[in-house]
Nanobody, 122 residues
């Protein structure tokens, strides 16, 4: 139902764009979020976008560097990541919220993708 892609290996200061494609039934009228997780740590919120793309909250650690956007026609959400830092290294997950509001709490998301690994070298 959710397919995340675009992860990879990049040097510090570089860029990557993650994509998350959902089936129409999975993401219809729903907000979508990106989270990330490092082994041994809890999953943390990165960014989210409301169904119509009006609301886009970001974690403080990525503000000004990451941009979330969505293409409603293709049910695809993108996470453009610029000026990457080694501390951005993690498995990134996209998730579909239970409603249309862009939430920061993972408990408000019902469907999760398989994750895509982002590795940033110093």
């Amino acid at each position: 139902q959710l397919q995340a892609s675009g992860g990879g290996f990049v040097q510090a200061g570089g860029s990557l764009r993650l994509s998350c494609t959902a089936s129409r039934r999975t993401a219809s009228n729903n907000a979508v979020g990106w989270f990330r997780q490092v082994p041994g740590k809890e999953r943390e919120f990165v960014a989210a976008i409301s169904y119509r793309g009006i609301t886009t909250p970001y974690a403080d650690s990525v503000k000004g560097r990451f941009t979330i956007s969505r293409d409603v026609a293709t049910n695809t959400v993108y996470l453009q990541m610029n000026s990457l830092k080694p501390e951005d290294t993690a498995v990134y997950y996209c998730a579909v919220a239970r409603g249309s509001i862009a939430a920061e709490s993972s408990s408000l998301y019902q469907y999760w993708g398989q994750g895509t690994l982002v590795t940033v070298s110093s």
